[in-house]
């Protein structure tokens, strides 16, 4: 059974359908999955409050029930080196449609990944792990497997990618700290598993996933109708 919290996010959520990302990472964060340091500015004076806890670069995304796909809107942006630059990006994000709160968040780097979850009628929870990031679509590197996941199960969906090399340390390139990654895999199945009844699909988009952390970099919850 979802805790305490999990169960209150969730129920919060029923009037959007789906969760904000500030939820989400609050939601993943109490199960026990690595996030990125985050903080949610609603107004001017909070951007300037806020960014005392950040080290440049940060990430800045925009926040509101209306806006699914921030990317569709110019609603992220990173490597922003200043808090002149972070204000102008605030006032710009002000403008969109229920508008709720900017996300300053910490720069992780690594590989890109795409975790994630959808509940199918006939087989229940299916886990997806492919290469991701805004080019996730394109290239379409995913690998299937229905939860719960074991690590054998993780272990072949990492070697079922056509980019695993990538995970491994390609042309000498940092590896992916595959324990690491294999813990995040099998923590998201037992939690798709324990909100199934509450869930249509969740996307983890991206995990950022280096040599020290896997790292949830974007989340979004889409709640059962």
Known sequence: MPGKKVNTILQDAKKYGWVMEPQAKELLASQGFDVPKFAVAKTLSEVRHLIGRFTFPVVAKVVSPAIIHKTEVRGVVTGIRSVELLEETFERFS???????????????????????????????????????TMAELYGDVSLR????????????????????????????EAVDMEKLTKMLLLFSGLVIKIEPHIESIDLNPVMCNRERCAVADARIMLAK
Do not use: N, S, W
């Open 95 to 133: 403008t969109v449609d229920r508008f709720a709160g900017m996300l300053i968040e910490e720069t992780v780097r690594g590989v890109e990944l795409i975790v994630g979850a959808k509940i199918d009628y006939q087989f229940g929870p299916m886990i997806l792990l492919g290469i991701g990031g």
């Open 146 to 173: 229905m939860a719960p996941l074991t690590p054998a199960d993780v272990e072949d969906m990492v070697h079922c990618l056509k980019a695993r090399r990538i995970l491994e340390g390609y042309r000498g390139a």
